[in-house]
C-alpha cells in the first residue's frame, strides 16, 4: 500500500476512538485548557527568598496541572527584587521552565495603590514599574526571562469610581495602550494581559473615535485578558458560561485569548467564590465551562485567584 493510502474504514474507526478519548478526559492535549493562577506578594516573596519553599510550590503547581504562574514582580514590604536582586527571579522563573512551568510578571498591588496608576498623576509610577519588567528580561538569558505581563489595575477600586466611571475607564485605556507600546517596543517584547471584570462589557464607552463595550476597548489593546469571572455555577444566566460570552466574541473578532478567572478565597457573597465548595464541585465547573467553549478559539484556558487561597482551600 502507498503510504498515506490508509483504508476509510480504518481511517474513521481510528478518528471515532479518538475522538471519544478526547471527549471522555482531559488527557487529550489538543483539548486540555491551559491553567494559570495568581500568586500575591508574600508568596511570591516567599519563593523568592528560599529555595525549598520554592521547590515546594512549583511542585505543587505541576501537581495541580497549572502550566502558568502570575508571579509578583514589584515591591513588597520596602524590597523591590526585581530591581535589586534580579538573580532571584532568574533562579526561580529558570526552575519554573525546567519544570515545565511559565512565568508572567504579575503587576498591580493593593498594598502599593496601584489603581491610582490609572490616574494621569499615577502614569510615570505605571511606567517605571513595566520598564522594571522589560529591563529584567533585556538582561536576562532566555531561559530566565518571564514569558508574559499580566497587569491587575483596577479603577473600579477607586472611591471615584461611582461619580467619574466613564472618565476613569478612558484613563485605564490611555494607560493600557501607553503600557502595550512600552512592552512592544522593548528589545523582547512579551505578550501584555490585563485582569478585567466580566461587567466591563455592559459599559459602552466613547473612546479614540470607537463607541463599544469597554470590555472591547480593553481586548483591543491587549494580547490575552484574564477574564474576573467570578461565579461558582458554569450554567445559567448569572454563571461562568453567560458572562463570558461577550468577551469571547470580542477576543476572537480582534485575535486576541480570554483566560476565565475562577475564584476560591473567602468573600462574603457565597457565589463568586467556591470557597464553600469542594474540590470536585471545582472541577465539574470547570469541565463544563470547557466544553461549552470547546470550539472556542479565543478560549485560553483558566485562572485560579489565588495560590495561597487555593494551597489553603485544598486543605480544609
Known amino acids: ?47 523568592l527568598d528560599d529555595e525549598a519553599t520554592a521547590s515546594d510550590a512549583i511542585g505543587f503547581l505541576q501537581r495541580e496541572g497549572f502550566d502558568t504562574a502570575y508571579l509578583y514582580a514589584d515591591a513588597w514590604q520596602g524590597r523591590n527584587l526585581i530591581a535589586t536582586n ?62 508574559g505581563i499580566s497587569l491587575d489595575i483596577e479603577p473600579h477600586v477607586l472611591d471615584a469610581w461611582d461619580e467619574r466611571r466613564d472618565e476613569l475607564l478612558v484613563d485605564f485605556l490611555e494607560l493600557s495602550a501607553a503600557l502595550q507600546a512600552r512592552v512592544r517596543a522593548a528589545p523582547q517584547p512579551v505578550p501584555l494581559g490585563a485582569a478585567i471584570p466580566f ?15 469597554a470590555s472591547a476597548h480593553a481586548m483591543a489593546l491587549y494580547d490575552y485578558v484574564a ?15 453567560a458572562h463570558a460570552r461577550d ?15 475562577l475564584e476560591v478565597a473567602p468573600n462574603e457573597l457565597a457565589k463568586v467564590t467556591f470557597d464553600g465548595l469542594r474540590r470536585e464541585d471545582l472541577d ?33
Not at 93 to 121: D, E, N
Not at 199 to 213: K, N, P, Q, T, Y
Not at 247 to 261: D, F, L, N, S
Open 1 to 47: 500500500m502507498l503510504r498515506g493510502m490508509v483504508p476509510f474504514r480504518l481511517k474513521l474507526a481510528s478518528c471515532l476512538v479518538l475522538a471519544a478519548a478526547c471527549a471522555a478526559s482531559f488527557a487529550c492535549a489538543a483539548a486540555t485548557p491551559g491553567k494559570a493562577v495568581w500568586i500575591w506578594e508574600s508568596d511570591s516573596y516567599g519563593m
Open 86 to 147: 534580579p538573580a532571584a527571579y532568574r533562579a526561580l522563573i529558570a526552575a519554573m521552565h525546567r519544570r515545565g512551568v511559565k512565568a508572567h510578571a504579575l503587576l498591580g498591588s493593593w498594598h502599593l495603590g496601584t489603581h491610582a496608576y490609572v490616574l494621569p498623576s499615577g502614569r510615570a509610577d505605571a511606567l517605571a514599574m513595566i520598564d522594571r519588567v522589560l529591563a529584567y528580561n533585556a538582561a536576562a538569558a532566555p531561559g530566565e526571562r518571564f514569558d
Open 199 to 213: 461587567w466591563l462589557d455592559g459599559i459602552v464607552l466613547e473612546w479614540r473615535g470607537r463607541r463599544e463595550a
Open 227 to 241: 477574564l474576573m469571572d467570578y461565579r461558582n455555577r458554569a450554567d445559567g444566566g448569572d454563571g461562568i458560561v
Open 247 to 261: 468577551e469571547m466574541a470580542q477576543a476572537r473578532a480582534a485575535g486576541r485569548t480570554v483566560v476565565i478567572g
Open 284 to 316: 465539574r465547573e470547570m469541565a463544563a465551562t470547557a466544553r461549552s467553549f470547546a470550539a472556542e478559539p479565543a478560549f485560553g484556558g483558566f485562572a485560579i485567584h489565588h495560590y495561597g487561597a487555593y494551597r489553603r482551600w485544598l486543605m480544609r
